[in-house]
């Protein structure tokens, strides 16, 4: 009987779908999931810095039930435990024998908010069918969100620059899983960042990433970064490797700008069926490997140039192997060098022991990286001088996280990217 509701739920959602805005969502799901005994639906997002949780509105613009809380804190509610946790939290109802569930709404990795329903007298069947909801609806948001300005104003909670408007557009997703890697990343200032890019991009068994620092923190520098990650982009479609596409780079940007525009940038790529680490670096923070829960090593590579110099020094490829549950950071100078109201860094060794002690913890990826930051504004007032980003992979292995198997035998796992 359950395992009928559920199904009917999830066919009627995902035919409804297909012709609905970002705004019918709530409605819609409220309406269908009380057919199957779950009321009272609410679909909470998270803010662009994942700090409070807020209500998504229906068509006209208001919410579906007017006496609830637009926004909720991350910190300290019970919606933002099941948000941080990634799982179900459970609060007591109004009436005897009614439970009020929050659920964590998650498109694979990515934590997109979180879910309130009231259901009566929950069993685990009925909880099922509140999990493959929540992660049916997670997939309508994600599918809406790239044309819904409703969606786009909500996550911000203060006015957004032109150059992080080009940014965030243009990046991929802060978080990413398969069973060999979890990715993860984080920029801030989120409203105002400037010359600060990632990104990532996986080519059968290859995974490429790229960091990139342009000189500055404004518009300008927010077009360098914008035209290094699309010529990176170019470059690593038409099958050039790190050195050439590091150099196409440089050219495309000299092209544009005089000598005085420039980006940092390392540029790596992980076969995830081998663990061999490649990078080049343009004279960028090395990355960093966390081995064991310890700090391994700083990965050395004598840097080239940074790109749209015009130097033309050729940059060197470095190799270094991987073990399985090994975490890579990249990150730009930002992290380490924001500094307090006594001029003290937050430091090298300090951005790696927070990584290191809350991956001990056992806190999902992106929560680790949510805390990075909320801890390095708190170092800094909440104010940084310069942009801070990083960018975390960890490798599972060649067939995953601690389990042999044939190598097609791909199943999903929980993973991160930044934001």
Same mark, same amino acid.
């Given at each position: 009987?359950?395992?009928?509701?559920?199904?009917?739920?999830?066919?009627?959602?995902?035919?409804?779908?297909?012709?609905?805005?970002?705004?019918?969502?709530?409605?819609?799901?409220?309406?269908?999931?009380?057919?199957?005994?779950?009321?009272?639906?609410?679909?909470?997002?998270?803010?662009?810095?994942?700090?409070?949780?807020?209500?998504?509105?229906?068509?006209?613009?208001?919410?579906?039930?007017?006496?609830?809380?637009?926004?909720?804190?991350?910190?300290?509610?019970?919606?933002?435990?099941?948000?941080?946790?990634?799982?179900?939290?459970?609060?007591?109802?109004?009436?005897?024998?009614?439970?009020?569930?929050?659920?964590?709404?998650?498109?694979?990795?990515?934590?997109?908010?979180?879910?309130?329903?009231?259901?009566?007298?929950?069993?685990?069947?009925?909880?099922?069918?509140?999990?493959?909801?929540?992660?049916?609806?997670?997939?309508?948001?994600?599918?809406?969100?790239?044309?819904?300005?409703?969606?786009?104003?909500?996550?911000?909670?203060?006015?957004?620059?032109?150059?992080?408007?080009?940014?965030?557009?243009?990046?991929?997703?802060?978080?990413?899983?398969?069973?060999?890697?979890?990715?993860?990343?984080?920029?801030?200032?989120?409203?105002?960042?400037?010359?600060?890019?990632?990104?990532?991009?996986?080519?059968?068994?290859?995974?490429?990433?790229?960091?990139?620092?342009?000189?500055?923190? *404004?518009?300008?520098?927010?077009?360098?970064?914008?035209?290094?990650?699309?010529?990176?982009?170019?470059?690593?479609?038409?099958?050039?490797?790190?050195?050439?596409?590091?150099?196409?780079?440089?050219?495309?940007?000299?092209?544009?700008? *005089?000598?005085?525009?420039?980006?940092?940038?390392?540029?790596?790529?992980?076969?995830?069926?081998?663990?061999?680490?490649?990078?080049?670096?343009?004279?960028?923070?090395?990355?960093?490997?966390?081995?064991?829960?310890?700090?391994?090593?700083?990965?050395?590579?004598?840097?080239?140039?940074?790109?749209?110099?015009?130097?033309?020094?050729?940059?060197?490829?470095?190799?270094?192997?991987?073990?399985?549950?090994?975490?890579?950071?990249?990150?730009?100078?930002?992290?380490?060098?924001?500094?307090?109201?006594?001029?003290?860094?937050?430091?090298?060794?300090?951005?790696?022991?927070?990584?290191?002690?809350?991956?001990?913890?056992?806190?999902?990826?992106?929560?680790?990286?949510?805390?990075?930051?909320?801890?390095?504004?708190?170092?800094?007032?909440?104010?940084?001088?310069?942009?801070?980003?990083?960018?975390?992979?960890?490798?599972?292995?060649?067939?995953?996280?601690?389990?042999?198997?044939?190598? *097609?035998?791909?199943?999903?796992?929980?993973?991160?990217?930044?934001?």
């Amino acid at each position: 009987m359950g395992a009928d509701r559920g199904e009917r739920l999830l066919g009627d959602l995902v035919e409804a779908s297909h012709l609905m805005s970002m705004q019918q969502i709530p409605t819609a799901v409220a309406e269908h999931a009380e057919r199957a005994g779950i009321r009272n639906v609410l679909i909470y997002v998270a803010d662009l810095q994942q700090s409070v949780l807020r209500l998504l509105p229906e068509r006209d613009g208001q919410p579906v039930h007017p006496g609830e809380a637009a926004e909720l804190r991350v910190e300290g509610t019970l919606a933002g435990r099941a948000f941080r946790t990634l799982d179900l939290v459970q609060a007591q109802g109004q009436d005897a024998g009614t439970d009020v569930w929050w659920a964590p709404l998650l498109d694979g990795t990515e934590r997109i908010g979180v879910v309130r329903a009231t259901v009566d007298g929950a069993d685990e069947e009925t909880l099922d069918i509140l999990r493959r909801m929540t992660g049916l609806v997670a997939l309508m948001v994600v599918s809406k969100r790239p044309y819904s300005d409703t969606h786009a104003r909500l996550v911000r909670v203060q006015p957004m620059s032109v150059s992080a408007e080009m940014q965030w557009r243009l990046m991929p997703p802060l978080t990413f899983a398969n069973d060999r890697v979890s990715i993860g990343a984080v920029l801030e200032p989120a409203y105002q960042i400037g010359g600060d890019a990632f990104d990532y991009g996986l080519a059968g068994d290859i995974v490429n990433l790229a960091i990139f620092d342009a000189m500055g923190h *404004d518009t300008s520098s927010g077009l360098t970064a914008t035209l290094a990650i699309a010529a990176c982009r170019n470059s690593r479609l038409q099958g050039a490797d790190l050195v050439e596409t590091g150099r196409r780079i440089g050219e495309v940007l000299s092209g544009q700008f *005089d000598s005085g525009t420039y980006v940092t940038a390392l540029l790596a790529s992980l076969d995830t069926r081998t663990g061999l680490l490649s990078w080049v670096n343009h004279g960028h923070p090395p990355p960093v490997v966390i081995r064991g829960g310890r700090w391994v090593t700083t990965l050395a590579c004598p840097p080239a140039s940074p790109l749209g110099t015009g130097l033309g020094d050729a940059a060197e490829a470095c190799s270094e192997q991987l073990e399985p549950g090994d975490r890579l950071l990249l990150y730009t100078d930002g992290i380490i060098e924001a500094r307090n109201a006594e001029k003290q860094e937050f430091g090298l060794h300090r951005f790696v022991d927070f990584i290191i002690r809350h991956n001990a913890d056992g806190l999902p990826v992106p929560e680790t990286l949510r805390r990075l930051i909320r801890g390095i504004l708190d170092h800094h007032a909440d104010r940084l001088d310069d942009d801070a980003t990083v960018l975390l992979l960890e490798w599972h292995g060649p067939t995953g996280p601690g389990r042999p198997g044939p190598d *097609d035998d791909v199943r999903q796992r929980e993973v991160i990217t930044l934001g």
